[in-house]
């Protein structure tokens, strides 16, 4: 691979491995994999369907992307577009983030692999922002959230009804923020946001129980609610463990069908570009 010492596969996959990763990091936010290292990667693990989720308006990312053009944006004080004028932050903008990965979903797909242009933003630090983001949010595919709880889930309601493209709760932290509300009631709270859940490789060490999570994916599971699958991988540390587990966990619960979705999604953008 470009950039690479040598070819190594951090996801040794075998027949039941999973046909999607929908949260990757590349350089254009904390991960060690360019856009086309990322995408020999993913077809060297035979996906099929394969998302780049880089962080965006975050300074915990080393690469901040810029969600508005300099000439565009507004006049207002606002403290973020001041921030991410700073010295201190590189400035790739939000335009080539977009640019680079129509260019390498254009190749990719030669090859049958799906790439979708997703995004990762934390709620907590994005809340005040949000609608100077909206524009530019609504030119990915999707979006994932992270810290998302009790105490901004109403806020989070409202403030994404402005977006346009799908909304998914990242990681698996759903139920450490919410741990007092009965799984019946978060599911319902849930489908009525009309928000996809993540199941999140990485992120399983959150759960207490995975036991006791099934409850909460049953629940979900009667209101037809959608879910991805995602490795929230960052570099070529070997994760086929956390990989199989997860994995394992969304077969054996019935929760694929609930990523169905994923696949219309892909079909509808051929469609649109065809």
């Known amino acids: 691979m470009t950039n690479r010492e040598e070819s190594v596969n951090p996801i040794e996959e075998d027949s039941d491995a999973p046909w999607l990763d929908f949260h990757t990091h590349t350089t254009f936010s904390d991960?060690?994999?360019?856009?086309?290292?990322?995408?020999?990667?993913?077809?060297?693990r035979g996906l099929t369907h394969?998302?780049?989720?880089?962080?965006?308006f975050t300074h915990i990312a080393p690469v901040h992307?810029?969600?508005?053009?300099?000439?565009?944006a507004p006049q207002a004080d606002d403290e973020l577009l001041e921030e991410i004028k700073g010295d201190?932050?590189?400035d790739i903008g939000f335009g080539e983030y977009i640019?680079?990965?129509?260019?390498?979903?254009?190749?990719?797909?030669t090859k049958g692999l799906c790439v979708f242009a997703g995004g990762e933003i934390d709620f907590l630090v994005a809340e005040k922002h949000f609608q100077v983001m909206v524009g530019a949010l609504n030119r990915l595919d999707f979006l994932l959230v992270e810290n998302i709880n009790g105490g901004n889930w109403r806020k989070f309601k409202s403030l994404i009804e402005?977006?346009?493209?799908?909304?998914?709760?990242?990681?698996?932290?759903?139920?450490?923020?919410?741990?007092?509300?009965p799984p019946k009631m978060l599911a319902s709270a849930v489908a009525e946001v009309g928000v996809f859940v993540e199941l999140n490789a990485a992120s399983m060490w959150r759960v207490e129980s995975l036991k006791e999570a099934e409850a909460h994916y049953a629940e979900l599971m009667k209101r037809k609610q959608r879910f991805s699958f995602g490795t929230d991988l960052h570099d070529l540390r070997p994760?086929?463990?956390?990989?199989?587990?997860?994995?394992?966990?969304v077969v054996s619960t019935g929760l694929e069908p609930g990523m169905e979705w994923i696949r219309a999604l892909s079909k509808g953008r051929e469609t649109e570009t065809g």
């Open 239 to 249: 994760i086929a463990g956390a990989v199989a587990a997860g994995w394992e966990f």
């Open 65 to 72: 992307l810029v969600a508005l053009d300099e000439d565009s």
């Open 162 to 181: 402005s977006l346009e493209i799908p909304v998914g709760l990242a990681h698996m932290d759903i139920f450490s923020a919410f741990p007092d509300v």
């Open 50 to 56: 394969l998302a780049i989720t880089d962080h965006l």
């Open 31 to 44: 991960g060690d994999l360019s856009l086309d290292e990322m995408v020999e990667l993913a077809l060297e």
């Open 99 to 109: 640019s680079e990965l129509e260019r390498i979903r254009a190749d990719a797909a």
């Open 88 to 90: 201190a932050v590189a």
